[in-house]
Structures are given as structure tokens and as C-alpha cells.
């Protein structure tokens, strides 16, 4: 069963969860359903790139991006 990485626009929080036949996930923090999922590749290169931590690199404009379906703009 597949594991994704979501972002949660709402308390700009990061959580990974199980997710089963794309069902949205609730955010754990805030129960917001308004997440994003994260493409895991780009999270790496967030992460490596910036040292960050998922959670601040996902805050950054860049990830808005990748969660919209292009990881063009998530290299910086
Ligand atoms: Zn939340």
C-alpha cells in the first residue's frame, strides 16, 4: 500500500499517511481534507538542496508548484 507525503494548506503542515483507491487524507493536525500531495521525488530535492526541513522547503512557492503537477519549478 502506497505511503504519499501530503501538505496541508491549512496549518502549513507536512504529514505522510497510507492512503487507499485516492481517498483524500485528513490532516492530523487540523482535520483540514484541503492537502496537497507532495511528489516524493521533488521532496528530496527540497530537502537536499536546501537542508531544510520538509515541512518549511514545502512552505516555499516552489512546492506549490510541484504539488500542482510540475516539478520544473521545484529545483531551486
Ligand atoms: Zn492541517
New binding site residues.
Given amino acids: 500500500m502506497p505511503i504519499y507525503e501530503y501538505h496541508?494548506k491549512?496549518?502549513d503542515?507536512n504529514f505522510e499517511t497510507l492512503v487507499m483507491g485516492g481517498d483524500v487524507p485528513a490532516?492530523p493536525?487540523?482535520?483540514?481534507t484541503d492537502?496537497s500531495r507532495l511528489m516524493s521525488a521533488c521532496g528530496f530535492v527540497s530537502k537536499g538542496k536546501g537542508g531544510e526541513t520538509t515541512a518549511k522547503a514545502a512552505g516555499t512557492s516552489a512546492c506549490s508548484g510541484c504539488s500542482a503537477g510540475s516539478c520544473s519549478s521545484c529545483g531551486h
Avoid: I
Fill in positions: 496541508c491549512k496549518c503542515k490532516c493536525a487540523c482535520k483540514s492537502v
